[in-house]
């Protein structure tokens, strides 16, 4: 049993660092162009809103239980494509900025109260996150880009995150795992209101 849980903690471990070393593995990639996959691959990476929401995503997902853990991250996923081409048609989600802020500051909030909410809540609530999520995401889509091979590259990076994000979950399972999960949500949440305090003095 400690042996199992050892291998769950070491496979958390290496997702992290999976999603730590995405810029560099963005950075391997000669033959790509500004505005190509490993674009895509590198933007979600460039703001800590997005990375902490990405990750929470995962911790929440697992926080929930088993269906929960994959069914919500690619809920958000295909809800994210569908933002960013709303974002690529021309249409506006006012507040994205802010919206974003505060997708941080509840899923942190959630994490760090241990909310268990059915799927037919935690869905509508994460979709409308992941909305602006992919709205911003392709706003930032350089000019002259490829939206395909840029867009692919983001979902990439997102889905990575949020893998990392179930794997440290995961701690849940271990001793003393709850309250430092919990704590970790709770961290993300304060993160989430720094994030929004910045972004309501530029309104």
């Known amino acids: 049993m400690s042996m199992h849980r050892n291998t769950r903690t070491r496979t958390a471990l290496l997702f992290c660092l999976a999603a730590a070393l995405l810029p560099q593995v963005a950075l391997a990639h000669p033959g790509d162009h500004a505005g190509g996959f490993a674009a895509g691959l590198a933007h979600p990476l460039t703001g800590a809103d ?102 692919i590259g983001v979902l990439f990076a997102t889905a990575l995150l949020q893998l990392a994000g179930i794997g440290a979950g995961r701690v849940a399972a271990i001793p003393g795992g709850v309250p430092l999960l919990r704590a970790s949500g709770a961290a993300i949440a304060i993160a989430g209101l720094y994030v929004s305090v910045h972004v309501l003095r530029f309104v």
């Open 50 to 151: 997005h990375v902490l929401a990405m990750l929470a995503v995962g911790m929440w997902s697992a926080q929930l239980g088993m269906a929960s853990a994959w069914a919500l991250p690619v809920g958000f996923l295909l809800t994210m494509a569908l933002g960013g081409a709303l974002a690529i048609a021309g249409v506006a989600l006012p507040g994205g900025e802010l919206g974003i802020a505060l997708s941080v500051v509840f899923l942190g909030a959630m994490i760090a109260r241990d909310r268990r909410l059915t799927m037919s809540i935690a869905m509508p609530v994460a979709v409308a996150f992941a909305l602006l999520h992919g709205h911003a995401h392709a706003v930032a889509l350089p000019a002259h880009a490829d939206p395909l091979a840029y867009g």
